[in-house]
C-alpha cells in the first residue's frame, strides 16, 4: 500500500509553497482584502508562468499535463496561502467541466487560455437559496439563447467565460438540465459584484438577457455532467480546506507558544492545549479523506461519489473548526482586523457553502453510502 | 498513490491466507462476526478458552507475535507484514483479546529489559498463549498519574517484597504473570524512586478479586500483594530505573495500529436504515442524516489514517503521530452514537432486554461500556496532552510535585 503522494508530487507542494510564500503573504492577500483589487493580478499570472493553473491540464490543451494528484498538492498550498485568486472557480470548476464535457472545439478555445491565465472561468450553477437541485434551476435556455438570473457566481465579475446551469425541459426530471458555455465578454449579460463574508474572492450576480450560448455536452446531460464537476471540485476544495486548517492551526500553536499570560505561556494551560489538541484531530481526519478523495479522482474510481462527500463534510468541518478555535486561543488581538485569523475564518465560512452547504453534503454521503450496501 | 500490495506483501498476504483459511476455527466465525462494538458473545466457549487454542496453533504454525524475533516465539516479521497478518485474520483476531496486553506490552518490555535466560525461558510460551501476562501499573490513587504509586518493594537479601495494591487489571484473574511497577525509594521525587518488576501471578501473597463495574460486567479486577517475594533476576531495568522501563511499555502500547478500534458507524448506519419512525425509515429523517454522516466521515477518516500509517510501514518509514487520534476519536464517538440511537427509540430505549426492539441491547450495552473506551489506556485528557505536548510542541504542564520527594507530596485533596 502507497497512500501517500509520491517525492515528486511532495517537490512540487514544497515548490508551491515558496512559491507563494514568497507571492501570496498575508499582506498581498490584504489588498484585495480591502477591496483595493477585485484579485490579485500578479500572482494569476505568477501561477500561470510556474504551470499551475493547466497541471491537470492536458498538455495537447495546453497544460502541463501531470494530473489530479499533483492539482491537490497545489490545492493544498493555495488553501494554506488564503491565494485571493479565482483558482477554484477557474481550475477546479469550468475547466473540470471542459474536460468532462466539452467538445474538440471548445476545449481548444478555453483549456489553454486557462492554463495561460489569460482566461478566467467559473460555474454559474445557484440562483439564490438553496443547494444544488434540478429543481432550484430557473434559467430558461431556448434557441441558443439564455434568460435568467445566476447569484451568486463565484468570481463572476472577474470571469471571461462561464458554464451555465440552465433548463431545457419540464418533465420534472434531471434530464430537464443542461449545461451552456457562455462568453461574459459578449452581450446579453450584466454583471453586479455582491458584497460577501470573504471579500478575498468576489461573488457577483448575473443577468443573462437574449444572451447567446453554445451546449456544453449533449443536451439534458447537465445534471450528470453537474454532478461529476462538483464531487471532482469537492475533493479539490477539501485540499484548500485541509491548507487553510493546518495554517489556522499553526496560526493558534504559535500564538499559544509566544503569548504569557499568568506567568506563563498560554500553551501551558490544558484549556488552551485540549483545543489545539482537537484542532489537530479535525485537520487530521480531513487530511486523511481527502487523500481518499485524491485517490479517487485521479484513478477516476467507482467510489468516486462517496470519497468526495466524506472528503468533502470532513475537510469543511475542519477548517471551520480551525479557523474559530484560532481566533479563540488569540483572544481579544484574534478579533482585530490587523490580525490574520479573520481572513481565514472568513475563508473556511465562505467555503463551506460555495458547492452546495454542509447539509447538502450530508445528505449525498447518505444517500451514497446506501446505494454502495444496497449494491 | 495506491492501495495496491507490493509483490513481496502479495505474496506473504497469500500465505498468511491459505494458512488461515486451512486452520481457522471457522465453528465460531458466524458468532465471532456478529460480535460487535467490541464485545465478544460465544454462547457455548470461553473467550480464554478458545483463544488459548487458536494461539497456540499460530505459534506452532509460526503466525504468532509474528514481528518477534524467531528466537523468541516470532517469526521476524516486518511491522507491514504484521498489519497484513490482522487484515487477513480477521475476526478471528478476536480470539487474540486476553493475549494482547502480554503481546504488546508485556512481551516487548521483557524483550527489551529481560536476562537472555528470562527472553528464552518466558517469551515463547508467552507467544504460544501457554502462559498469559497482564500489566499492573494503575493504583487506587494513580490512574493518570501513574508515578505516583504507592505499592512498596523492598529489598530482603536476593528478594524484593511486595506490599500494596494495583487496580483495572485486565485479565488478571486468569493470568500466569504479571508486569509490575513498584515503588522502591520514596525519599526522593516520584519518578525516580520506581522500579519494574516480572511476578507469577500465583505467588503466595497475591489477591485478585473482580471489580463490578458500572455496566454490570466484571473484566477488571483489583490485585492486592501482601509480603509477595519477587526474586531480584526478576527486575527489569535498573533499580530506581522503573519509569523509564515503564515508558517502553507504553510507547509499545501506542504504536500497535489501532486497525481494530471500533466506531459504531456499521451498527449505526444499518439501525437507522431499518428504524421506523413516525414519518419513515430514520435514515430518511434530516437529523438522523446529519449525524449519521459526520459520523461516517470522521469513521472514514479514522479508517484513511491508519492506512496512512501503514503506508510509512510499507515504505519502511517511522509512522507519523497521526495514528495517536484513533482511541480519543472512536471513544467519543461511540458514546454520542449509542446515545443518539437510543433517542430515536424514544421511551423504549430505556429497555435493556435483548429483543428484537432494541437491536438485542447493543447500543445499551454500548451506552453503558462506552465510558471505559474514554478512560482506559489513556484518557481522553491525557491523549489531548500527548498530541499537544508531543505532536504540537506546546509545553509540558507545571508539574508541582516534581522536585518533592515522593514521602512529602499531600495525599488529601482536603
Known sequence: MNFDFSDDQKQLRDQARKFLAEKCSPKAVRVVLDGKAPYDKELWKGLAEMGFLGVAIPEE?????????????????????????????????????????????????????????????????FEGKGNPSPKNIKLMAANGTLNGVKKPVADGAIADFAVVAARTGSSGRESDISLFLVDLKAGGVEVKNLTNLDPTRSQAEITFTNCKAELLGAAGEGWSILTQVLDRAAVLCAFEQ?????????MGRDYALDRIAFGRQIGSFQAVKHMLADMYVSATLARSNSYYGAWALSTNAAELPEAAAAARISATQAFQHCAKNNIQVHGGMGFTWEFDCHMYYRRANAMALGLGSLSYWEDQLIDRMRKKNAA | MNFDDTPQEAAFRETARKWIDANAP???????????????????????????????????????????????????ATPIEKVIWQQEEGVYGKLTQPFQIGEGMCGPTVMAFGSEDAKRRYLPKLASGEEIWCQLFSEPAAGSD??????????????????????????????????????????????????????????????????????????????????????????????????????????????????????????????????????????????????????AAKSSGLKYTSYRTISALSKGERPGPENSIGKLVSGMMLQDIATYAMDLQGAAGVLTGSDEETVQGQFQQMLLSSPSMRIAGGTDEILRNIIAERVLGLPGDIRVDKDVPYNKIPTKGR
Not at chain 2, 175 to 190: C, E, F, H, M, Q
Request: with cysteine; aromatic share 8%; hydrophobic share 40%.
Open chain 1, 242 to 250: 485541509v491548507g487553510g486548517a493546518d495554517r489556522a492551526l499553526e
Open chain 2, 26 to 76: 471457522k465453528e465460531l466465525q458466524a458468532e465471532l462476526s456478529k460480535s460487535s462494538l467490541g464485545r465478544i458473545r460465544l454462547a457455548n466457549h470461553d473467550i480464554v478458552d478458545v483463544g488459548k487454542a487458536w494461539q497456540k496453533k499460530k505459534f506452532e504454525g509460526n503466525w504468532a507475535c509474528l514481528h518477534w524475533p524467531r528466537e523468541y516465539g516470532g517469526r521476524g
Open chain 1, 61 to 125: 490543451f495546453g497544460g502541463a499535463g501531470a494530473g489530479h494528484l499533483e492539482l491537490c498538492v497545489i490545492a493544498e498550498e493555495m488553501g494554506r496561502a488564503n491565494a485571493p485568486v479565482p483558482f477554484s472557480s477557474t481550475v477546479y470548476l469550468a475547466a473540470e467541466a471542459l474536460l468532462i464535457a466539452g467538445s474538440d472545439v471548445q476545449k481548444k478555445k478555453w483549456l489553454p487560455a486557462i492554463a495561460a491565465g489569460e482566461a478566467i472561468g467559473t460555474l454559474a450553477l
Open chain 2, 146 to 295: 501513574v508515578a505516583g504509586l504507592r505499592t512498596r518493594a523492598e529489598k530482603k537479601g536476593d528478594n524484593w517484597v511486595v506490599n500494596g495494591q494495583k487496580i483495572w487489571t485486565s485479565g488478571a484473574h486468569y493470568s500466569d504473570y504479571g508486569l509490575l511497577i513498584a515503588r522502591t525509594d520514596p525519599n526522593v521525587p516520584k519518578h525516580k524512586g520506581l522500579t519494574m518488576f516480572f511476578l507469577n501471578m500465583k505467588s503466595p501473597g497475591v489477591e485478585v478479586r473482580p471489580i463490578k463495574q458500572a455496566n454490570g460486567m466484571q473484566e477488571f479486577n483489583e490485585v492486592y500483594f501482601t509480603d509477595v517475594v519477587i526474586p531480584d533476576s526478576q527486575r527489569l531495568g535498573a533499580v530506581g530505573d522503573g519509569w523509564s522501563v515503564s515508558l517502553t511499555t507504553l510507547m509499545n502500547e501506542r504504536m500497535s495500529i489501532g486497525a481494530r478500534l471500533a466506531t459504531g458507524v456499521p451498527e449505526m448506519f444499518e439501525f437507522c436504515s431499518n428504524l421506523m419512525l413516525e414519518d419513515g425509515v430514520a435514515i430518511d429523517d434530516r437529523a438522523v442524516r446529519s449525524k449519521l454522516a459526520s459520523w
